[in-house]
């Protein structure tokens, strides 16, 4: 008889999801560049409104999250028998050794390690720059020297360590809502920086940085993915995004 054995590629995959989460995106754009067609189920983040079986998926509570392997079952009822796997850069990681042609390793271990790397530095920059900037209301004297030193952290063309890597899958949607959540003037901060940041990033000492986010703007895997009608109306009533009246300028 033939052989019955199920290969890791052809093992099920569900994965948990929230439309507006960076973190989530990360893990849809990687899947989009390994080709991989998974079953998706999106959480209900809001107070109150998360369904009380998804601690069998991730205790934690917190999106994005696999189940691997295992029956296919409904997505509200994971079996016992499935891996569960939580936290973005695991999931890409899992995925890039699922799928080695995927392009999110890359082949040369100096230049893996660089994008390793790469991700651990831009936490300290890009993501501390997202969350002064939209969290916590800094005007753009603060976070612009932030997005400098992440600028700094880049190759000198191409993507983030040159060739495309999982690297880019982690900072891309940090980027994408940092230039299109300021076009729309959504953010903590005082109403007007949006536009003030984005007349900023334009002028030639953000050159490079700005060559980078186009690059972004502009894979394949990132436009699949990014919806920004959605995007905007989920982040305009993020309740740590809203302002505060003396915000808004009056």
Same mark, same amino acid.
């Given at each position: 008889?033939?052989?019955? $054995?199920? $290969?890791?590629?052809?093992? +099920? ?6 439309? &507006?989460?960076? &973190?989530?995106?990360?893990? *849809? @754009? ?5 080709? @991989? ?13 998360? =369904?009380? %079986? ?7 509570? #917190? ?13 509200? +009822? ?11 850069? !695991? ?7 699922? &799928? =080695? ?7 040369? =271990? ?9 991700? #651990?530095?831009? *936490? ?18 603060? !976070? ?6 992440? +600028?700094?952290?880049? /190759? ?13 899958? !982690? !900072? /891309?949607?940090?980027? @994408? ?6 076009? &729309?003037? @959504? ?23 700005? +060559?980078?986010?186009?690059?972004? %703007? ?6 699949? $993915? %990014? ?7 989920? %982040?305009?009533? *993020?309740?740590?995004? #809203?302002? $505060? ?6």
């Amino acid at each position: 008889m033939p052989s019955l $054995t199920v $290969t890791p590629q052809q093992k +099920q995959i569900t994965f948990y999801t929230s439309p &507006y989460s960076p &973190y989530c995106h990360r893990v *849809h @754009i990687a899947l989009e560049e390994a080709k @991989i067609s998974v079953r998706t189920y999106e959480i209900d983040l809001r107070p109150g409104c998360k =369904p009380g %079986w998804y601690i069998k998926v991730n205790p934690v509570g #917190t999106v994005p999250a696999f189940t691997y392997g295992g029956p296919s079952v409904s997505p509200d +009822q994971p079996s016992s028998e499935s891996l569960k796997l939580a936290e973005s850069i !695991v999931l890409i990681e899992f995925i890039a050794d699922l &799928y =080695p042609d995927s392009g999110l390793h890359p082949l040369d =271990p100096e230049i893996r390690a660089r994008a390793r790397l790469f991700i #651990t530095l831009s *936490h300290d920059t890009l993501h501390h720059a997202f969350r002064g900037f939209f969290f916590r209301g800094e005007r753009i004297d603060t !976070v612009l020297p932030s997005l400098e030193a992440f +600028q700094a952290l880049l /190759a000198p063309s191409g993507f983030a360590v040159g060739p495309w890597s999982m690297a880019d899958a !982690v !900072v /891309a949607p940090m980027i @994408i809502r940092f230039m299109r959540l300021s076009l &729309y003037e @959504i953010g903590k901060y005082p109403m007007g920086e949006g536009k003030r940041l984005l007349k900023a990033l334009a002028e030639p000492k953000f050159a490079r940085f700005m +060559q980078y986010y186009e690059s972004l %703007w502009d894979r394949p895997s990132v436009k699949a $993915t %990014w919806d920004e009608p959605t995007n905007v109306k989920m %982040w305009r009533i *993020h309740p740590n995004v #809203t302002r $505060t009246a003396s915000a808004l300028g009056h």
